[in-house]
């Protein structure tokens, strides 16, 4: 059993325990780092978001983001209110490119490819437009308008996105997933 003292630093992965409720649970003093990181992890690939208790060092919380830059990046925060946003976007935003991921390649299964190489194909565009995404210097949006000719495919694909809200489901599931994240921090 460790015997909770400030001199030793404890950072929390658990989802839904204060900062504050665990530095009750620790003892005065205790130094806590709180941190969410995500599942792209396991890959090397990983998001994780700090942010720092009331006692913990600036020293602390640089040596929890060198601890998870070795799954990936890693930045802190000010203001664990934001964890919930962030919960909500690097947390559960994997799974919400997963379903997507899903839904291209069943369209490429209805356009007449084979599920293995619906599958293929969207694997690799999904990661080459990742790296497009970090490596270009290119917002979102120039990239996007960089891909849509008018009166092209993308375009006419674009549009049907559109017409069936997809802008609009995918804030609605970042808001929804940040609400629940907030709420269960509550409980």
């Keep these: 059993r460790t015997e909770a003292s400030p001199k030793k630093l404890f950072i929390s ?13 620790l003892g005065s003093g205790a130094r806590v780092v709180r941190v969410m990181p995500n599942t792209p992890c396991l890959v090397g690939k990983g998001m994780s978001v700090a942010v720092a208790g009331v006692h913990a060092t600036p020293a602390d919380l640089k040596h929890t983001l060198k601890l998870f830059s070795a799954c990936g990046e890693a930045v802190a925060i000010t203001g664990e209110a934001l964890l919930d946003a962030v919960t909500a976007l690097s947390g559960s935003g994997p799974a919400f490119v997963y379903g997507f991921a899903e839904a291209l390649a069943d369209g490429g299964v209805r356009g007449g490819l084979s599920p293995q190489m619906a599958t293929k194909l969207c694997f690799q565009t999904l990661v080459g437009a990742a790296a497009m995404l970090v490596e270009s210097g290119m917002s979102p949006r120039e990239l996007r308008e960089m891909v849509t000719s008018p009166g092209g495919t993308t375009l006419a694909g674009l549009n049907a996105l559109e017409q069936h809200h997809f802008r609009d489901a995918v804030v609605a599931a970042i808001e929804a997933a940040t609400r629940r994240a907030h709420e269960l921090a509550a409980s």
Excluded: S, V
């Design 13 to 25: 992965i658990a989802a839904g325990f204060t900062l504050q409720r665990l530095e009750q649970g």
